[in-house]
């Protein structure tokens, strides 16, 4: 069974500048999350999906970040415009009961 | 404010030993326990769950539950150097979102 995946891998941006994230979760999965993890820290939660609503947003910055989850599967992540905090390791995890398996994460650089 | 708390580490063991890492955690609501190993570079993975108080065990690992003490802890015996990484614990209240600690840095020294 195929895992989380997660593009691009890797996104360097100049700041100001807008930058996406994509997700597809495990088959079947219903809940959809998408963290931002800094160095030396525990991944912290961004927005939770429960197929196609957010059902958590609260910790979302939503002057600059956007999510959606479209057909209750794929999910985008989108900041407009970056700025230099945002660089981060951006994680999408997924889960159909209690457990939750993460995807390889975007690293985001942004210069 | 729900709050996971782990020592940061770097914790130290030589090959072979016992290592013990703890976590709390302040939301007495919680009901499921993980633990994640999270390689440098490299997204966390799951490797244990734990739902009940007591001991739970696979393979190396020991998951271990108090709730009234709001304390999980996971053992690993018999460590190799291929268990260095950060552990994260995270703990959930079903329905709710899962909350992580910082994770601790486990080196374990040939």
Redesign the interface.
């Known amino acids: 069974e195929a895992g989380v995946v997660q593009s691009p891998r890797y996104k360097i941006i100049e700041k100001k500048q807008p930058v996406a994230f994509w997700c597809n979760p495990i088959s079947g999965h219903n809940t959809l999350y998408w963290y931002r993890q800094n160095l030396g820290q525990g991944p912290e939660l961004l927005i939770r999906y429960e197929n196609e609503e957010a059902v958590d947003d609260s910790q979302l910055p939503k002057d600059r970040f956007s999510a959606e989850r479209l057909k209750g599967v794929d999910s985008t992540l989108k900041i407009q415009p970056a700025e230099l905090g945002d660089s981060a390791v951006y994680l999408c995890a997924s889960s159909l009961a209690y457990e939750q398996f993460f995807g390889p994460g975007t690293r985001l650089t942004v210069l | 404010q729900k709050e996971?708390e782990q020592n940061?580490g770097p914790l130290s063991v030589p090959e072979g030993a016992i290592a013990s890492l703890n976590c709390t955690y302040s939301d007495r609501g919680s009901q499921?326990f993980?633990w994640?190993r999270q390689y440098s570079g490299?997204?966390?993975?799951?490797i244990m769950?734990i739902?009940s108080n007591g001991d739970k065990e696979d393979g190396r690992f020991t998951a271990q539950l108090n709730k009234a003490s709001q304390y999980v802890s996971l053992l690993i015996r018999d460590s190799q150097p291929s268990d260095s990484a950060t552990y994260?614990c995270?703990v959930?209240n079903?329905g709710?979102?899962?909350v992580?600690?910082?994770?601790t840095r486990l080196s374990v020294l040939p």
Do not use: H, I, R, T
Request: proline content about 9%; overall charge neutral.
């Open positions: 996971v940061s499921s993980f994640y490299k997204s966390p993975e799951l769950s739902y994260l995270a959930n079903y709710q979102n899962f992580f600690g910082p994770g």
